[in-house]
């Protein structure tokens, strides 16, 4: 048995090897569907302020941190008591804990970019509580814990329904309004 997913472990290194950058790569192209439109819109709005714009490869590689970030925390076990309440107190605990963890990253992030200008790491963070840049961090905040909200109750439909049965849910036509009512 695997020690984390309690899955066995089959297949070769390399087969392992290639799912899991398989998940890596769609995971990433979810966040990526998110956060290429925030920068997009971020800089459309930055642009009317004459303010430096952000590269699109700073959101590329934040889609695949937050993807690997993700993928580790999915195995993570929120207790027994979380495993006995509806699905709903998971997505929340973990979407709230997850965004707490970009929140802080964002802020180290920030006060790690401003440390040459305020004279350091520590006065760079203090500064950004009262700089307009902490707005872009709730932005990023904000849109971020959307993709996780939403990738959070995916994963509970995909445990419910099964990665296949997900999968071929959404691949195939809706039936119409008339076969539902």
Not at 41 to 50: G, R, S
Not at 78 to 90: E, H, I, K, S
Not at 129 to 137: A, G, I, K, M, R
Request: hydrophobic residues 55%.
């Amino acid at each position: 048995m695997h020690a984390k997913s309690g899955a066995p472990r089959t297949g070769s290194l390399l087969t392992r090897l290639i799912a899991e950058l398989k998940s890596l790569a769609l995971m990433m192209l979810y966040f990526a569907s998110w956060l290429v439109p925030l920068l997009v819109i971020k800089n459309l709005l930055l642009d009317e302020y004459a303010v430096p714009l952000t590269r699109l490869s700073a959101a590329i590689v934040g889609a695949l941190i937050l993807s690997k970030v993700v993928l580790v925390l999915e195995h993570v076990s929120l207790g027994t008591w979380v495993a006995r309440q509806p699905a709903w107190v998971d997505v929340v605990l973990r979407t709230f804990l997850y965004g707490v963890g970009v929140a802080v990253v964002l802020l180290l992030e920030n006060g790690f970019e401003g440390r040459q200008e305020y004279g350091g790491f520590w006065p760079s963070l203090g500064t950004l509580f009262q700089h307009p840049d902490l707005n872009h961090v709730w932005i990023n905040t904000i849109c971020i814990l959307g993709a996780l909200l939403s990738f959070n109750i995916l994963a509970v439909v995909r445990r419910h329904l099964g990665k296949e049965s997900l999968l071929a849910l959404l691949i195939k036509p809706l039936p119409s309004l008339r076969d539902t009512v």
